[in-house]
């Protein structure tokens, strides 16, 4: 009925992690029993199947987006350390941030790394661009079958119109930054860990 | 012959010189624990009378509880985090976020302020949201920020999600030297190994065989007497008998529907040692049948043959015939389905809202810190759960009978039933959740992700009728 969860848990790694991903000691903990409640098939990693046994989750529209930024290129599993890593960019900011990770050489949840998760959702075949059919795909995920295609497809042109600034009739990232320069990516990206 | 008779017979006196005296002695033996089993626990449990045995060692119980973790705590207290801060900091950010933003949706669930979570939820609203991260001056179309909300809320709901937790055992914030609830175990103190130790030892040597013999004999006497019952011919003393074998006067009266939150086979046990009431169940073979045969024979009880319950009128009249018919006992049903771990309420299924009857609605709530009546059925088996029950320290319970609730002219099924969940969840201090308990081994439905992607097409497209949500 319980988990002996932390007693699997080595200090190293942990110490490892924290490093990594700033979280505090006892947040590693209670993640790790989070991650060991969902691995059904008690095997040290998730499968796609065990994240979408979450219900919230299988009903958020996005939801296949999300479980795939945690598993990396070709992967079926993610481990509790590539787990820590995708939700530390989730991670609030803080100012005296010592740790450096992620792929700019910043701490995982730097306002760049957040944005680089969102751009991730959009951009499928990790071409750094949003073509107009990615951001028409992500669309349609969120709206199902309530708005017609021909006002999807105006709602895709206008947003590329108004974010692309070389006229390759894509979203690059620096793109995507400038357009969301005013939005407060910083909390509108973070969860509210306790302790 | 007789020789080896001769022989034999001396051989048995050597090797067992004190056969006689070991037999008389287990035989005392035996019939003062039968005795004393007898006169202390049955008896008194007919005829309604306590020795107050139980309140003395609950309350022993309790203060060895809060005795030991708080050695725990103060180990953890010198490794990092203060407990005690970490605690007063979750009710802090709790009560802040409700001051900040004092919006409620009707659909948000509801938070203990006790739970040890793991993060702390914005209980705002798709819209709400939305509107809130669009630039000022923005008309309502679509901004590439859009997906940050979905985004939150995904990852959100992997770190912590309202329903998967409510289907294993329910975590505790004290230890109560069980090791199945112990979740960071870890060698503490000698002290508290000690005591768990001598935990153990009671549990399994006095405890569980002391449960184990009145469960036999409970069974048996049960199994018996109502067979003795069914030999009576009228109606009318048969109930007046059985009235006396169960004891004390119903609360729910005949002609009407009991309902109660499900956490484990042992609430009907709870329910039936207060009144009386007619169980709805698929029949089954073995040990289960013979009590359910047996049971029929006192009182008419519900069993249907597993086709049959999948046909629902067929059900449902049988339900609204053993209702109208005024002598027979109130039906006790469980609309939740499965078992839930106590920690919420999950949603009732309409079938037996529709019959048109009064409700009679029951919240029944476990105290875990003396023993976890939770029944995951799809990880333990019915034999380790009984075990498991049987060497727990003792399983307490309070029951509420809520007063009586009749369908509204205005309201459907549905909403009646969310209704009387809603008052049960209330009285039992447990978490309302709209939730369906077949979650437990289902996949959600596909209607669920349709609704939210409706919401989002809505605040996306302005639309200014106020479509209500199916």
Not at chain 2, 61 to 88: A, D
Not at chain 2, 144 to 162: A, L, W
Not at chain 2, 220 to 230: A, F, Y
Request: charged share 25%; aromatic share 10%.
């Amino acid at each position: 009925m319980g988990s002996r969860a932390s007693s699997l848990l080595r200090e190293e790694d942990i110490e490892e992690i924290k490093k990594e991903t700033g979280f505090s000691h006892s947040q590693i903990t209670r993640l790790y029993s989070r991650f060991h409640s969902l691995d059904k098939g008690e095997n040290g990693a998730l499968s796609r199947e065990d994240f979408q046994r979450i219900p919230e989750l299988a009903i958020n529209p996005l939801g296949d987006r999300i479980i795939n930024a945690f598993f990396p290129e070709g992967e079926d599993q993610v481990n509790f350390r590539g787990f820590m890593r995708t939700l530390a960019h989730f991670r609030p900011v803080e100012d005296n941030e010592k740790n450096k990770d992620g792929a700019t050489g910043e701490p995982l949840n730097s306002r760049t790394n957040k944005l680089l998760f969102a751009f991730r959702l959009y951009d499928l075949d990790r071409d750094d661009k949003i073509s107009r059919d990615e951001l028409l795909q992500v669309l349609r995920m969120m709206v199902g079958v309530n708005i017609s295609d021909e006002q999807l497809g105006s709602i895709a042109d206008r947003t590329i119109q108004e974010a692309d600034t070389n006229g390759d009739m894509c979203i690059s990232f620096n793109e995507f930054t400038k357009v969301l320069e005013k939005v407060d990516v910083e909390q509108k990206m973070s969860i509210r860990f306790l302790h | 012959m007789s020789v080896q008779q001769m022989k034999w017979s001396t051989m048995e006196s050597y090797l067992f010189p004190f056969d006689s005296l070991i037999c008389m002695l287990l035989g005392i033996s035996f019939t003062v624990w039968f005795t004393l089993l007898l006169v202390f626990i049955i008896v008194p449990a007919i005829l309604g009378v306590s020795f107050g045995i139980r309140r003395l060692y609950m309350k022993s119980l309790i203060k060895l509880f809060e005795g030991s973790p708080g050695r725990q705590q103060q180990q953890q207290m010198l490794r990092t985090e203060l407990f005690y801060t970490e605690r007063s900091f979750t009710l802090e950010a709790w009560a802040t976020l409700r001051m900040e933003r004092g919006a409620k949706e009707k659909n948000q669930h509801l938070y203990k302020p006790y739970s040890n979570g793991i993060i702390a939820k914005e209980p705002m609203s798709l819209e709400q949201e939305i509107q809130e991260m669009r630039r000022e001056g923005a008309e309502p179309e679509f901004d590439m920020s859009d997906i940050f909300y979905f985004c939150r809320r995904g990852v959100e709901s992997i770190v912590d999600d309202e329903v998967t937790k409510r289907f294993t055992a329910e975590e505790l914030e004290s230890w109560n030297l069980l090791t199945r609830s112990n979740y960071n175990f870890h060698h503490i103190s000698t002290r508290l190994t000690a005591l768990w130790g001598a935990g153990v030892l009671i549990r399994y040597g006095f405890l569980l065989p002391l449960r184990v013999t009145l469960a036999f004999t409970g069974v048996g006497l049960l199994v018996v007497l109502s067979s003795i019952i069914g030999l009576f011919p009228s109606g009318r003393i048969k109930n007046y008998v059985s009235d006396k074998v169960h004891l004390i006067e119903n609360k729910p009266r005949n002609g009407g529907i009991c309902v109660a939150n499900h956490t484990s086979p042992i609430d009907v046990i709870i329910l039936a040692s207060d009144g009386c009431y007619a169980m709805v169940g698929q029949v089954h073979g073995g040990l289960m049948g013979v009590i359910q045969r047996a049971m029929v024979k006192a009182c008419p009880h519900i069993w249907f043959e597993r086709s049959e319950v999948k046909d629902r009128h067929l059900v449902a009249k049988r339900l609204s015939d053993h209702v109208a018919d005024e002598s027979k006992l109130p039906i006790l049903i469980f609309p939740e389905g499965t078992c839930i771990n106590n920690t919420s309420v999950m949603m009732f299924k309409k079938g037996s809202f529709e019959i048109g009857c009064t409700v009679y609605p029951v919240a029944i709530k476990y105290d875990p810190r003396f023993g976890d009546a939770f029944w995951n059925s799809s990880k333990f088996g019915m034999v380790n759960y009984l075990l498991h029950m049987m060497s727990s320290w003792a399983i307490v319970c309070s029951v509420w009978y809520l007063p009586p609730m009749s369908r509204r002219e205005d309201e459907d099924a549905v909403q009646f039933a969310n209704r009387v969940k809603a008052a049960i969840a209330r009285k039992g201090g447990l978490a309302d959740l709209l939730w369906d308990g077949g979650l437990k081994r289902d996949k959600v439905k596909e209607v669920f992700k349709e609704e939210q992607q409706k919401l989002y097409s809505k605040v996306l497209v302005g639309s200014s009728e106020d479509r209500s949500r199916s």
